[in-house]
């Protein structure tokens, strides 16, 4: 007779009350260069506070040397600086979070970050190889441009790269930095802003000796370069189709990641922080029956089976920091106990405590199973969450490890000064 997931749960679950007790986990990633750490919400404290405890065993134990996260790469840049002592010495961790103005500001704006980052800088200055922080999303198209244009200005750039990157410019210039406007547009135009963004890039590659220094302005550069170019791609689908900007989203993460990897060279390793829905094998959910990928299937699909390691979280019930609509201010909503036989309902009927899973060639086939598993967003509405809020999936499949906090709370968001949408 199989045996049912509650029964492989009680069998193989480990209890965890501690951050010594996830030592097992740190010693499951072995050897791997690319550790992704998820979440089910973007606004509990526990899962960025694990995260980073996870992270700084990574970095001090294991030589993990790059934090990518679900982020614009201009606000995480301002991080990034700081952490490694380039910019303003007078400068505190809540000075340098106000660069991410963009809502959902508090997914990276919050006292959780603060602590961390705070930590990361400490680190930073007693170690010769220090950590980086880098936002690798796609949102970013005119603050990147603004960035190549300002650092191209401010320089002796090589051959025309500052006209084109001002021609590039010009042809976003009409739509007042509103994405939905060139999203419309677009649709009527040629590809005239296409063919500008993407000479940009080519050039500033051909040309990316002349940008190095020591403070990575040549990784800046081109990353910016590389977010409008995609950009643009991203919100010309954005209106034809959500699958097909999903995975322009994703897959430009995943190039973002291996730029950043690139740069640092082949034996660097990288944390990635992001929703269980970008580093969860995507294979491993319903989301393939509408041709969706994500990080989690493109970065296991380039790699080694042993250089990637995915570690999903989830809770049962508890408070989540979220907005009722796109653009509103955020508040504290209660997270209702998890629906009946869900994945994380089956977690904390096996006991009423944090708990995680290493899946394995033991366990592998006995979590290999759908189940339905709760992802909250950044627009929440609890009323209606068993309705819309659990993705079909196979657990062992989707990650390779999972952590269960039975009860979580809501962050604790900064007040951010001029947020932008």
Same mark, same amino acid.
């Given at each position: 007779?199989?045996?049912? @997931?509650?029964?492989?749960?009680?069998?193989?679950?480990?209890?965890?009350?501690?951050?010594?007790? @996830?030592? #097992?986990?740190?010693?499951?990633?072995?050897?791997?260069?690319?550790?992704?750490?998820?979440?089910?919400?973007?606004?509990?404290?526990?899962?960025?506070?694990?995260?980073?405890?996870?992270?700084?065993?990574?970095?001090?134990?294991?030589?993990?040397?790059?934090?990518?996260?679900?982020?614009?790469?201009?606000?995480?840049?301002?991080?990034?600086?700081?952490?490694?002592?380039?910019?303003?010495?007078?400068?505190?961790?809540?000075?340098?979070?106000?660069?991410?103005?963009?809502?959902?500001?508090?997914?990276?704006?919050?006292?959780?970050?603060?602590?961390?980052? %705070?930590?990361? *800088?400490?680190?930073?200055?007693?170690?010769?190889?220090?950590? %980086?922080?880098?936002?690798?999303?796609?949102?970013?198209?005119?603050?990147?441009?603004?960035?190549?244009?300002?650092?191209?200005?401010?320089? &002796? #750039?090589?051959?025309?790269?500052?006209? @084109?990157?001002?021609?590039?410019?010009?042809?976003?210039?009409?739509? &007042? $930095?509103?994405?939905?406007?060139?999203?419309?547009?677009?649709? &009527?135009?040629?590809?005239?802003?296409?063919?500008?963004?993407?000479?940009?890039?080519?050039?500033?590659?051909?040309?990316?000796?002349?940008? +190095?220094?020591?403070?990575?302005?040549?990784? &800046?550069?081109?990353?910016?370069?590389?977010?409008? *170019?995609?950009?643009?791609?991203?919100? $010309?689908?954005?209106?034809?189709? !959500?699958?097909?900007?999903?995975?322009?989203?994703?897959?430009?993460?995943?190039?973002?990641?291996?730029?950043?990897?690139?740069?640092?060279?082949?034996?660097?390793?990288?944390?990635?922080?992001?929703?269980?829905?970008?580093?969860?094998?995507?294979?491993?959910?319903?989301?393939?029956?509408?041709?969706? @990928?994500?990080?989690?299937?493109?970065? +296991?699909?380039?790699? +080694?089976?042993?250089?990637?390691?995915?570690?999903?979280? !989830? /809770?049962?019930?508890?408070?989540?920091?979220?907005?009722?609509?796109?653009?509103?201010?955020?508040?504290?909503?209660?997270?209702?106990?998890?629906?009946?036989?869900?994945?994380?309902?089956?977690?904390?009927?096996?006991?009423?405590?944090?708990?995680?899973?290493?899946?394995?060639?033991?366990?592998?086939?006995?979590?290999? +199973?759908? /189940?339905?598993?709760?992802?909250?967003?950044?627009?929440?509405?609890?009323?209606?969450?068993?309705?819309?809020?659990?993705?079909?999936?196979?657990?062992?499949?989707?990650?390779?490890?999972?952590?269960?906090?039975?009860?979580?709370?809501?962050?604790?968001?900064?007040?951010? $000064?001029? #947020?932008?949408?």
């Amino acid at each position: 007779m199989e045996q049912s @997931l509650e029964e492989a749960v009680k069998i193989h679950a480990r209890p965890f009350d501690s951050d010594e007790d @996830l030592s #097992p986990i740190i010693e499951a990633i072995g050897d791997a260069k690319i550790v992704m750490l998820g979440e089910a919400s973007h606004g509990t404290s526990e899962f960025y506070t694990v995260r980073a405890e996870l992270s700084k065993r990574l970095i001090q134990e294991k030589g993990f040397s790059i934090i990518a996260v679900e982020g614009d790469w201009p606000s995480a840049q301002q991080v990034n600086r700081y952490i490694k002592s380039y910019g303003d010495a007078k400068k505190t961790p809540h000075d340098v979070l106000q660069a991410f103005t963009r809502w959902p500001t508090w997914m990276w704006a919050n006292e959780e970050i603060v602590n961390f980052i %705070g930590w990361l *800088k400490k680190h930073n200055a007693q170690s010769a190889h220090k950590t %980086g922080f880098y936002g690798i999303d796609i949102y970013s198209l005119w603050e990147s441009m603004d960035e190549v244009v300002h650092y191209l200005t401010h320089t &002796n #750039p090589a051959g025309g790269d500052l006209e @084109l990157a001002k021609k590039a410019f010009s042809c976003f210039e009409p739509f &007042n $930095r509103e994405p939905e406007g060139y999203a419309i547009s677009s649709t &009527n135009f040629s590809t005239v802003c296409i063919d500008e963004v993407t000479k940009l890039l080519s050039s500033i590659r051909a040309n990316e000796e002349h940008y +190095r220094d020591e403070q990575e302005s040549d990784l &800046n550069l081109e990353i910016n370069a590389l977010v409008t *170019k995609n950009a643009e791609d991203y919100y $010309r689908a954005m209106l034809k189709s !959500g699958e097909i900007s999903w995975n322009i989203r994703d897959e430009h993460m995943v190039e973002a990641i291996n730029e950043v990897r690139d740069y640092h060279g082949k034996d660097a390793k990288i944390i990635i922080w992001e929703h269980n829905t970008h580093i969860g094998d995507a294979r491993a959910t319903d989301m393939r029956n509408d041709g969706m @990928l994500n990080v989690g299937q493109v970065l +296991r699909e380039q790699n +080694r089976p042993e250089d990637v390691f995915a570690v999903g979280f !989830g /809770t049962y019930e508890g408070t989540v920091i979220a907005s009722e609509a796109w653009g509103v201010r955020y508040k504290v909503m209660d997270v209702p106990p998890a629906r009946l036989n869900s994945w994380e309902e089956i977690l904390h009927r096996t006991g009423a405590h944090n708990k995680y899973l290493i899946f394995d060639a033991n366990n592998f086939s006995l979590f290999d +199973r759908w /189940t339905g598993h709760r992802a909250i967003g950044v627009v929440y509405n609890p009323k209606y969450e068993a309705r819309g809020n659990y993705v079909p999936s196979r657990i062992s499949s989707r990650y390779d490890a999972f952590i269960f906090i039975d009860r979580t709370k809501a962050l604790t968001p900064l007040e951010v $000064r001029n #947020p932008i949408l």
